[in-house]
Each structure stands twice: as C-alpha cells, then as structure tokens.
C-alpha cells in the first residue's frame, strides 16, 4: 500500500476536525474536534513508522503516548465543560469567553454597606 492513502485520509480528517474547532459553538463538540484532529495525527505516526520500517516502532510509541494524552484531556476537559453547564446552563463557547462570576444583588448590597 502507498504512504499517500493514509496520508490524505489523515488529512481530511485533520480538515474536518479543524473545521469542527472554529465552526462549532457547543463545548462537547469542540473537544470532540479535537479528538478527531489527534487521531488524524496517531494516523500519520503509524503509517510513517511502517513507510520507513522503524525497527524501534517510534511512531506507534509516540501514538500511544498520544491516545494516552487524549484520554486524559478528554476526561478533563469534560468535566470542566459539565461543570460550566451545570453552572450556567450553557455550553455554548461564545457566552463562555468570560469565565469571571457576575456579581448578584446581595453582593453588591454588602459591599455598599461595607
């Protein structure tokens, strides 16, 4: 099998998953973009660590590390996007740009009488 299967699937993939990134507005699908990009990166790492015959399989240990890397931001990443939603009531990233708490009407009542 030729280097450039792969290497275009992986691509697209990239592509799609960049897509996903700058066009989704929901915090879920963002992480699920991002994924996609990693996966198009792990794709490229094995299919290059079988091109050149690596006797150390460099690229499928890199790969590992990556899915290992991804699982962990994954789990990360949805927690603070549940959090943020259970919070908020929105995982929209365009009304998430300020993450500071707004002030409520007891707060600034007891600051004026402070």
């Known amino acids: 099998m030729h280097l450039a299967y792969p290497a275009v699937l992986a691509a697209l993939l990239f592509c799609v998953g960049l897509y996903g990134v700058l066009a989704r507005r929901n915090a879920i699908l963002v992480l699920m973009s991002v994924e996609l990009m990693l996966n198009a990166v792990n794709l490229n790492l094995v299919a290059f660590d079988v091109w050149l015959r ?53 707060d600034e009542k007891a600051e004026a009488t402070a």
């Open 54 to 106: 690596d006797a150390l399989h460099a690229g499928q240990a890199l790969t590992l590390f990556t899915i290992a890397i991804a699982a962990a931001e994954i789990g990360i990443g949805l927690a603070i996007v549940l959090m943020v939603y259970r919070n908020r009531g929105s995982s929209d990233v365009d009304r998430l740009r300020d993450t500071r708490e707004t002030p409520t009407d007891a």
